[in-house]
C-alpha cells in the first residue's frame, strides 16, 4: 500500500552537488521515520541522514556538514541536499520510512527502489 519515489540522483563531479527527494503514498496515516541510507558495492548499507523521532535528526558521520535533511511533513516528502561530494559518496541512496498506514494499528517499515549517485571526474 505504500510507495517511496525517489528522484535527483545522478553523475556530479568531485566538489558539486545534488538534491535527493522522496515522497511517500497519500495512504500513510503517520510517519514516524523518514530519510537515506546508502549501499556502496561491497559494503553494509548504512544511514546517511534521517528524521528518526519528531524534530530529531541523525547524520553519519561522514557527511555532517556537507549534507542536510529537510522534510515537507503536509507533502509526506523528505529531501537530501549534499554538497561537496567526494567519490567516496558514490553508491545507491535508499529512501526509507517507518510508517502507520490509514486503517492499520500497527507500524509498517517501506524501502524504496533505490537511486545511483555516482561522483566522479
Known amino acids: 500500500q505504500v510507495q517511496l519515489v525517489e528522484s535527483g540522483g545522478g553523475l556530479v563531479q568531485p566538489g558539486g552537488s545534488l538534491r535527493l527527494s522522496c515522497g511517500a503514498s497519500?495512504?500513510?496515516?503517520?510517519?514516524?521515520?523518514m530519510g537515506w541510507y546508502r549501499q556502496a558495492p561491497g559494503k553494509q548499507r548504512e544511514l546517511v541522514a534521517a528524521?528518526?523521532?519528531?524534530?530529531?535528526?541523525n547524520y553519519a558521520d561522514s557527511v555532517k556538514g556537507r549534507f542536510t535533511i529537510s522534510r515537507d511533513t503536509a507533502k509526506n516528502t523528505v529531501y537530501l541536499r549534499m554538497n561537496s561530494l567526494q567519490p567516496e559518496d558514490t553508491a545507491v541512496y535508499y529512501c526509507?520510512?517507518?510508517?502507520?498506514?490509514?486503517?492499520?494499528?500497527?507500524?509498517?517499515?517501506?524501502w524504496g527502489q533505490g537511486t545511483q549517485v555516482t561522483v566522479s571526474s
Open positions: 497519500r495512504s500513510i496515516f503517520r510517519i514516524y521515520a
Open positions: 526509507n520510512a517507518e510508517v502507520l498506514l490509514q486503517g492499520s494499528t500497527q507500524r509498517e517499515n517501506y
Open positions: 528524521f528518526i523521532s519528531g524534530e530529531s535528526t
